[in-house]
């Protein structure tokens, strides 16, 4: 039985909450008219925080993120609900564990899918040891949290150099790649010229559901604040009709979504520098930050900000930043 609900109206998005299996599983498949999914991946156990987008079209059809390897069987799950037997493209915004960690799972499972990602990223799925290494030094207990990274086949990936077409599912429905660099050097934004949906990745953040705020996803070793502000300008550009970041789902008003984006994104780092001046290193950092919870976010929910702690957390955000205002201050010295 489909669990996907068909919605008199685009917006509010509903959701389903499918218990055919709830003792073992539970999914929430999310539709709107445009023909576009959300499956929930519920990585790390935790509803609506992580998403993988599958786009139906009338010659091909393509899913934008894998998620993680820790939950594939419930993005599998998931895919399975809505009928999913071949896919013809998989597209990563980028490459983290957290979009890009199921891929070599996703391949074998749909043997005729090619992987698009960005060049700078292809070579780290044929061969993940050093993005798993790199990991490793942010996460304590990396299968638990992350499951496994199966490498993918080269003659499997597409590498992305450019802004360019990367999947025409028929019927003028054309997913081109907007390059996003901030977050991380390699991420790139997709853009649904049909819908005018734009899948942003991690470029704006992460702005729940339930949450209607957005927190900035500034991991390290790459990001980049003026870098990011830059992309999401770019992204504004293309005057979407929606943004639907991975975590999670759409946001309806695009130009108040990209607003707040950089709006935190400064928040943040401003919130840091003092901190960094003064000698602090990121425990500290992270310290600050919860402290400006109620500051920043007055009317979240401690179970809401639990869930984006899922996401991207205060210790990860603040070693980002904090390595960032190093690079910057190493840089100004040197010049
Ligand atoms: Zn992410």
Known sequence: MRCALRTASVSPIRLCRCRQRAAVYHAIVTQDLDGVFAVDTLMHGLEGITAVYYLPGPDRSALIEAGPGSSVQHTMKGLEQLEVDHLDFIILTHIHLDHAGAIGHLCERFPSATVMVREEGAPHLVDPSRLWASAARLYPDMEKIWGEMRPVPKDRIRA????????????????????????????????????????????????????????????????????????????????????????????????????????????????????????????????????????????????????????TSYDLNAAGIVRYLSKKKEAAGAS
Do not use: C
């Not at 704006?204 to 604040?225: C, S």
């Not at 293309?238 to 943004?243: D, L, N, Y």
């Not at 992270?286 to 996401?311: N, Q």
């Open 160 to 311: 992305i150099s450019n802004d360019e077409a990367v999947a025409d599912l028929g019927g003028g429905r054309r997913i081109d790649a907007i390059y996003t660099p901030g977050h991380a050097r390699h991420h790139m934004a997709l853009l649904d010229r049909q819908s005018g949906d734009l899948f942003a990745g991690d470029a704006i953040g992460v702005r729940l559901q339930d949450a209607g705020v957005i927190r900035p996803a500034t991991p390290p070793p790459e990001f980049d604040l003026e870098a990011a502000v830059e992309s999401i300008e770019r992204m504004r550009a293309f005057r979407a009709s929606r943004v639907l970041p991975t975590h999670f789902g759409p946001a309806p008003d695009v130009n108040a979504a990209l607003d707040e984006a950089i709006l935190r994104l400064n928040q943040w780092v401003e919130a840091a520098e003092p901190v960094v001046e003064s000698g602090g290193d990121m425990t500290e950092v992270a310290k600050e930050f919860r402290s400006r919870r109620e500051d920043f976010y007055p009317d979240l929910t401690s179970e809401v900000t639990a869930r984006l702690e899922g996401t």
